[in-house]
């Protein structure tokens, strides 16, 4: 029995006839409410069970564990809360079970031994607590094993040396310490599966030695002045930093890309000529002359340069770095560092930049189509942005998020998403763009910061906790979502959502865009799960919100 993705509510009937013959009941990605009754252990026949992506509440029911015929359980992003019973130790066939993204809290039972036939366990996004039980490492068939964003604390357990099968283990932001496991999930994994657990050592790239010895090198030393260096700095301080910087990344990745300072004060890299770069762009944009202004923000204009080559290029200027405005320099700084390292379709194309005694600027490709806010402002524009390719903006700022949040390191939060900051080429691909205030995560810090962003599309966690984390981009992106979808920023809905404890319902029609022609049957079911999943997205509680590399996941399939 498949219901997977439709509108059904409501909650799931205890008359149900669960002595039935059906062998797999899925039920995933609706709107279905209330808790598992307690009955679903007469169930003697199922294989698989999958009520994911709903709303269900309460706890696992114990009865559960009497189902013993499951290969597969998955009850993830939904809002159960409680103990994992130690009854689901019970299901000796079970191959494959996923409680992720939901309210689970107390310690991972310890009567795990019996499930010996599981290959993928994935318990994260929970409130799970205490130690890591040793009985985990009896599952001798496990291959992956997820465990981030939970409490968990202590050292691993010496069992998981015997986990030979294991291929993927991933235990980010929690509280452990002590070894990393000397087994083959770590082989070749990346700091992106340990990080968040201030606590662990090993000789691991990205770890303290377990000596406690810290070695620091050169290149770090280096970096590290870049990051933390007060904004305060002069002009001239932040030119020379600058240089450091790209010297810095050019030796580390073996690029052509130097850094250059004239006589006159003009600083570029050489993969323009500097000079060359410097006056066509003054003279494209005639000394920058707003009549070539194509945006304006708080840190200065955007101009539209066509050099003599046919090169069409986009220049955002900064205001003077020269007189003390510690804001600009920080923009400044930040944006080239962000956009140095980072190389994906979906993130604006940084070619270069200049900082001159007179004028600063960074370079960027020229996108036709300009920010999506415009388009969707303007009704015949809107018209030929039709659903699928809204669905296609959708779905490469979701790319852009897990890309940068899950592949960059460290991870960069962009903290501005907003229609406003999303570009779109002359076939409406999306292109992330403005990084000025985006945030390389400190590992090791709180990551507390400033409020900063655009209002509306803003986490409301910021406003008391001032901690910056990715779930502050996920929020933002569920905002943005819902307003390509109905044109217009959905403060009323989250407005209603805030002020109740449920999610709210609402009528597909009343969530599309009247200007376009209604969808077909196929795309508007697209567009029911894409609002079901921006609606994850801006849950009020941050763990609650899926990973982006999860949604764009979801939205690739």
């Known amino acids: 029995m498949d219901l997977t993705r439709n509108k059904f509510s409501g909650q799931i009937s205890s008359i149900w006839k669960w002595r039935s013959q059906i062998e797999a009941i899925r039920v995933a990605g609706n709107n279905i409410t209330g808790v598992i009754p307690p009955e679903i252990g007469n169930f003697k026949q199922p294989r698989e069970l999958d009520l994911s992506s709903n709303h269900i509440s309460g706890k696992i029911p114990n009865e559960l564990g009497e189902s013993t015929s499951l290969l597969e359980l998955a009850l993830n992003q939904n809002q159960l809360s409680g103990a994992i019973p130690s009854e689901l130790g019970s299901l000796i066939n079970l191959e494959y079970m996923d409680l992720s993204t939901n309210r689970l809290s107390e310690p991972i039972p310890e009567d795990t031994g019996d499930l010996v036939k599981l290959h993928y366990l994935n318990l994260s996004h929970n ?178 340069a066509e050099l003599p080559s046919g090169n069409t290029l986009a220049v955002k200027k900064f205001h003077s770095l020269n007189q003390g405005e510690t804001a600009d320099q920080k923009e400044f700084l930040n944006e080239i560092r962000a956009l140095t390292e980072i190389r994906h379709r979906n993130i604006v194309k940084f070619y270069d930049f200049c900082s001159h005694l007179r004028h600063s600027f960074l370079v960027y490709e020229y996108l036709q189509m300009g920010n999506l806010d415009n388009v969707l402002s303007n009704d015949e524009a809107a018209r030929e942005l039709d659903w699928n390719k809204r669905l296609n903006v959708i779905k490469g700022v979701a790319n852009a998020l897990s890309y940068m949040h899950h592949e960059c390191l460290p991870p960069i939060i962009h903290r501005d998403i907003s229609s406003k900051n999303v570009l779109l080429d002359s076939e409406f691909e999306a292109q992330v763009s403005d990084f000025g205030i985006a945030k390389l995560l400190n590992l090791d810090s709180s990551n507390q910061s400033m409020l900063a962003g655009t209002y509306g599309y ?100």
């Open 127 to 304: 409130k799970l607590n205490k130690a890591i039980p040793k009985q985990l490492g009896e599952l001798v068939h496990l291959s992956q094993l997820d465990l981030a964003h939970n409490l968990l604390k202590g050292n691993f357990p010496i069992e998981f040396a015997k986990l030979e099968s294991l291929e993927e283990l991933i235990i980010s932001h929690n509280n452990l310490s002590g070894p990393i496991p000397n087994s083959k999930a770590f082989q070749h994994a990346s700091i992106e599966t340990l990080r968040g657990n201030k606590g662990l050592c090993g000789n691991f790239s990205g770890l303290d030695p377990c000596s406690g010895q810290k070695q620091v090198s050169k290149k770090g030393t280096k970096i590290m002045l870049i990051i933390l260096l007060p904004v305060s700095v002069t002009g001239a301080l932040l030119r020379m930093l600058v240089v450091l910087f790209f010297r810095f990344q050019a030796r580390k990745r073996g690029s052509k890309r130097e850094v250059e300072m004239n006589s006159e004060g003009l600083l570029a890299t050489s993969i323009f000529d500097g000079k060359t770069l410097y006056k066509e762009i003054i003279q494209a944009t005639k000394n920058f002359h707003d009549m070539h202004c194509i945006g304006e923000g708080g840190f200065g204009k955007v101009y539209k």
């Open 458 to 557: 803003i986490a409301p966690e910021l406003a008391y906790t001032m901690k910056v984390t990715e779930k502050c981009n996920v929020y933002s992106f569920g905002v943005l979502a819902l307003e390509i979808i109905n044109r217009k920023h959905p403060s009323d809905l989250i407005s209603r959502i805030s002020s109740q404890s449920a999610d709210t319902e609402v009528e597909m029609n009343n969530m599309l865009d009247q200007r376009l022609s209604p969808p077909t049957d196929e795309v508007e079911d697209k567009l029911a799960f894409t609002v079901t999943l921006a609606f994850s997205c801006i849950r009020m509680n941050p763990q609650s919100r899926p990973a982006m590399q999860f949604v764009s996941q979801l939205l690739s399939n």
